[in-house]
């Protein structure tokens, strides 16, 4: 049977991150600072709902000495209004549940990207990563940490991992790219629509290319782990050639403007979203 594609995009915002320009754009000169949203992807394929990335672990974020020893670099993470699970919260307000969520996946390990993944450890949930990643982020202390992945976001023997080594279908119409750079194991997401909504579909970059213009004027991302600013143009290359082959539009992780405006699209798109029963 041929696979179908996906029939629903929902794009959550899971908090912000109020941080340099530089972190994004590479040698950037202007001094500028950005609150970047912190981005999740919802895809309603056969078998279930997919997830991509999970947001912040607010515990590191509303505990202070926990708030002290993770979150003290320089960039101000802000958790969504509200005393809740941000992603929790965020999947309430979609009309989803946790328990609607059959695979999880990861563009990267970053605690704006896994410290959501806690939720979804000791059911079975597949949870999609590269092994690159997992290999980098449980290597030895401080280096990991160092570089904003905390082990206590995604350290959990129960989590049910799936480790690719390059690119992985990991749903019908969802296919995982290798993108790295950014982190060692960074993938970025192709989602192929069903015809049945039209067909088309999206790249979705996440941290591969934080901003519309590292993707339109190739340029490097600010932060990079083990190898040269420049090295980050070679994945943003790769998915531009993706998504030119299909004519799909590439989505950047943490555009301020882009970002927003995509939500509200697809939420006109699929009015239904919000309003159906788990
Ligand atoms: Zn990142």
Not at 78 to 107: F, Q, T, W, Y
Not at 170 to 197: E, K, M, N, R, W
């Amino acid at each position: 049977m041929a696979s179908s594609g996906v029939r629903r995009v929902i794009l959550l915002t899971l908090g912000w991150a109020d941080l340099p320009i530089t972190v994004s754009i590479h040698g950037d000169t202007s001094g500028e600072r950005l609150r970047e949203p912190v981005p999740g992807v919802l895809l309603q394929c056969d078998g279930g709902w997919v997830l991509i990335d999970t947001g912040f672990n607010p515990a590191l974020l509303r505990d202070g000495p926990l708030r002290r020893r993770f979150h003290s670099d320089g960039t101000e993470a802000i958790l969504p209004e509200g005393p809740g699970d941000p992603l929790e919260s965020a999947l309430e307000a979609a009309g989803l549940a946790l328990a609607d969520v059959k695979v999880v996946a990861l563009s990267h390990l970053h605690y704006d990207h896994a410290g959501g993944v806690r939720h979804f450890t000791g059911f079975g949930v597949p949870v999609h990563l590269q092994r690159a990643e997992y290999s980098y982020a449980m290597s030895a202390h401080p280096e990991p940490e160092r570089h904003g992945m905390f082990r206590i976001d995604y350290d959990d023997p129960e989590i049910n991992w799936r480790l690719a080594d390059g690119d992985a279908e990991i749903a019908p119409g969802v296919h995982a790219v290798a993108s790295p750079g950014h982190t060692p194991g960074h993938q970025s997401f192709v989602v192929d629509l069903d015809p049945s909504v039209g067909g088309g579909g999206f790249v979705f970059a996440f941290d591969a290319a934080d901003l519309v213009a590292n993707i339109e004027h190739e340029l490097s991302v600010g932060s990079f782990i083990n190898c040269r600013p420049e090295d980050t143009v070679a994945s943003i290359r790769r998915l531009k050639a993706l998504a030119a082959e299909r004519g799909y539009p590439i989505v950047p992780g943490h555009d301020p403007v882009a970002w927003p405006a995509l939500s509200s699209q697809l939420a006109s798109r699929w009015p239904a979203a919000g309003r159906y029963a788990p």
